[in-house]
C-alpha cells in the first residue's frame, strides 16, 4: 500500500470523525510542512504557530477533500496560503537572512569539491556560496521562491508543485528554470563560471 493509500484511508476516517486518524496525519507532517514554512517564515515561534493554523483550516476543509490530489499536495497548498496571509496581515515579506547551512549550496556541480577539501578557503568558499544561494532566494519573487523551494528542497513532483501553486506544470517549470538561473547568475562570479557556460 502505497503512502498516498494510506494518508486517503487516514483522511476518509477524520471525515467519518476518528480524530486520531486526524492527529495520525498531523503527526507525520507537521515536521515537513513546518519546514517548507520556515522558508518563509523565520521566526520558530511563528513558523509553529502558522503551521498549527495551516492544520486547523486543514480539518475544517477535511469535509470538501476529494482525493483528486495527494493530501499532503493538498496540506501544502494549505500551508503556503496561510503563510502568504500571515505575512500579509503582518505587512512583512520573508526576511533577507535564513537558517540554510552550506550542505544546502551542495547541490551545485562544485559541491563536492567544497565537501572534500576542507581548507579554510574552501570552508569560507562554501559559507560563500550558501550565502549567495540564500540571498538569491530570498530576492526571487515569491513565485519563483515557493517553486524552486518545493522542487530542490522538498523535493516534490513537477505535477505536485502545479497542484499546490494552482497553476499549469508548464509554468512551474518556467518558474524553477528561472530560479536557477537567478541563482546561478550571483553564483558565476564566485565560481569563476563564464555566462556561455551552462551548469
Known amino acids: 500500500m502505497s503512502e498516498r493509500d494510506i494518508d486517503q484511508q487516514l483522511v476518509e476516517r477524520a471525515q467519518q470523525g476518528d480524530k486520531h486518524a486526524f492527529e495520525l496525519?498531523?503527526?507525520?507532517?507537521?515536521?515537513?510542512?513546518?519546514?517548507?514554512?520556515?522558508?518563509?517564515?523565520?521566526?520558530?515561534?511563528?513558523?509553529?504557530?502558522?503551521?498549527?493554523?495551516?492544520?486547523?483550516?486543514?480539518?475544517?476543509?477535511?469535509?470538501?477533500?476529494?482525493?483528486?490530489?495527494?493530501?499532503?499536495?493538498?496540506?501544502?497548498?494549505?500551508g503556503i496560503n496561510t503563510a502568504k496571509n500571515y505575512l500579509a496581515a503582518t505587512g512583512r515579506r520573508a526576511p533577507t537572512s535564513t537558517n540554510y547551512d552550506s550542505e544546502e549550496a551542495e547541490a551545485f556541480d562544485d559541491g563536492d569539491q567544497l565537501r572534500d577539501l576542507n581548507t579554510p578557503e574552501n570552508l569560507l568558499m562554501s559559507k560563500q556560496i550558501a550565502r549567495t544561494v540564500n540571498q538569491s532566494m530570498d530576492r526571487l519573487p515569491e513565485e519563483l521562491r515557493a517553486a524552486i523551494m518545493l522542487r530542490e528542497i522538498e523535493g516534490m513532483s513537477y505535477e505536485d508543485i502545479a497542484k499546490i501553486m494552482d497553476c499549469p506544470i508548464g509554468t512551474v517549470r518556467s518558474r524553477i528554470f528561472r530560479a536557477r538561473e537567478a541563482i546561478a547568475e550571483q553564483l558565476r562570479p564566485l565560481l569563476d563560471i563564464s555566462k556561455d557556460k551552462r551548469w
Open 25 to 78: 496525519l498531523v503527526s507525520k507532517y507537521q515536521r515537513k510542512l513546518g519546514r517548507l514554512l520556515s522558508r518563509f517564515i523565520r521566526d520558530a515561534a511563528e513558523v509553529e504557530d502558522v503551521t498549527q493554523e495551516a492544520f486547523i483550516k486543514a480539518y475544517r476543509a477535511l469535509p470538501s477533500f476529494r482525493g483528486d490530489s495527494a493530501f499532503y499536495t493538498w496540506l501544502y497548498r494549505i
